[in-house]
């Protein structure tokens, strides 16, 4: 599923299929309300929402998630199994987003001849983003992680008040999650060399409310009426493999490729309820209409492009420096919304202040790969890493690992806004363009225990 975070973003339905609606009279106003009434935020989602979402993992929240070349934990299922060649020890890993908040403005959401209103509203993410347990076999290592980079759970809404004329009221709730189940396996090819792969299981959710009507009290209480509700569960199937070499004892090139995620099984219903009355030549006409449409079935979707991470990282003690880029290729199918080919860069930093205590940073982007209306974002993290080993008489000591980590990112670009008229059946409502922003905060806590 695409998340678009602005009140008005683009539409999986055309005008032309909207009209199958049966709106009649009313099928002038109600055609330009289809992007309204099939809204998709980011995210986040949604999210720096994008096609990335929030780091998941503690190293990965610490370096802005430059961690293709280096990663050595449990998030490797996610970012590239290879790195999880590099374990020697049973691993249980977990890392919360225990508070973030993004605020999202859609500046010009409404519009008329006389003036604007912006939609704004807070977008929470306080769910877990990973968990993962990680066993070595032999020469081979093997990983079961659950990831959620993506979440969101927003509201906007917005009133605009035209004077002696009408009001005009648009809100919005959505709740979206994208969710990887992922098992992995990895081992060395050689003593320089590591390789990894992973079979991910993907499940996507939205629920999305939708109300949006204006009025005019007088003689003929004129007014237009839309709600729409639709919800959308999707499971899916996605594959990774991933490499990392090293060229030089301080200097190591990590590579991995995620297949298509193809879609499998889809459930999603949606009901629509829509009433005007409005004066046509010196009449009051009324209309009322409304429609509950289900699916639930099997399916063969491609619901996302394949991705493909690069990144290079030089490590000499205390100092670790990674950048990685990440690509995604251009999709232009009538089932999703078409894509420009898309490449993202991280640069991330870690100091190892101590044997128990490290320091670490980063800078990425997450633009968006949209052909209509993109929103992107750029954004930095700050971390610390602390671990403590536990004394005891056995051979394999425990050791303790917490992340404190904090994230901030900027999103901007163009959503789409509604112009609405003074309720003239003459007149259209008209889609336009609006400015979209988004401040993205969040505070992660990572704990991991090795044994």
């Avoid at 678009?4 to 055309?14: F, I, V, W």
């Avoid at 961690?67 to 996610?78: C, I, M, P, W």
């Avoid at 906007?156 to 709740?175: D, H, K, M, V």
Wanted: net charge negative; glycine share 8%; hydrophobic share 40%.
């Amino acid at each position: 599923m695409k998340k678009h975070p602005d009140l008005l973003a683009n539409s999986r339905m055309s005008c032309r299929d909207f009209s199958k609606r049966r709106y009649a009279q009313a099928f002038r106003y109600f055609c330009p309300i289809a992007a309204l009434s099939w809204l998709t935020f980011t995210s986040p989602t949604a999210y720096a929402g994008n096609d990335e979402g929030i780091p998941v993992g503690s190293e990965a929240s610490l370096v802005a998630a430059a961690v293709t070349a280096t990663t050595a934990d449990g998030s490797a299922g996610y970012y590239n199994p290879a790195g999880l060649a590099h374990m020697q020890r049973n691993t249980l890993d977990v890392t919360a987003d225990v508070y973030g908040f993004r605020l999202v403005s859609s500046e010009g959401a409404l519009s008329h001849s006389t003036g604007s209103a912006a939609a704004n509203g807070v977008d929470w993410v306080l769910i877990p983003s990973a968990a993962t347990y990680t066993r070595r076999f032999g020469k081979v290592v093997g990983s079961f992680g659950i990831f959620v980079p993506k979440t969101t759970d927003v509201l906007l809404r917005t009133t605009l008040y035209i004077e002696n004329g009408p009001t005009w009221i648009a809100t919005q709730r959505e709740e979206a999650t994208d969710t990887f189940y992922t098992l992995s396996a990895a081992w060395h090819l050689s003593p320089t060399v590591r390789f990894g792969f992973s079979a991910m299981g993907v499940y996507t959710a939205e629920v999305t409310s939708v109300q949006f009507s204006g009025g005019q009290e007088g003689a003929n209480n004129e007014f237009i009426s839309l709600s729409d509700l639709s919800n959308t569960s999707e499971y899916g199937l996605a594959f990774m493999a991933g490499i990392q070499v090293d060229l030089k004892h301080d200097l190591t090139f990590g590579a991995s490729v995620r297949s298509p995620s193809l879609s499998l099984y889809r459930i999603s219903q949606t009901t629509t309820i829509s009433s005007t009355a409005l004066v046509d030549a010196g009449n009051l006409t009324s209309n009322y209409d409304q429609e509950d449409s289900s699916e639930k079935g099997f399916v063969a979707d491609v619901a996302t492009p394949p991705k493909f991470r690069f990144g290079l990282a030089w490590q000499k003690e205390p100092w670790s420096v990674m950048l990685d880029a990440d690509a995604t290729p251009s999709l232009d199918r009538s089932f999703l919304s078409p894509r420009n080919w898309l490449i993202n860069f991280k640069l991330g930093a870690k100091y190892r202040l101590s044997q128990t205590f490290s320091l670490g940073g980063g800078l990425f982007s997450d633009r968006s790969a949209s052909v209509d209306r993109p929103v992107n974002f750029y954004g930095l993290t700050l971390g610390a890493l602390y671990r403590h080993e536990l004394e005891h008489d056995s051979k394999s000591p425990v050791t303790f690992g917490t992340t404190v980590a904090g994230r901030y990112a900027y999103g901007s670009g163009t959503g789409a806004g509604i112009e609405v008229p003074n309720l003239d059946p003459q007149e259209e409502i008209l889609e336009i363009d609006s400015r979209t922003r988004i401040h993205e905060l969040s505070l992660v806590l990572g704990g991991a225990v090795y044994f």
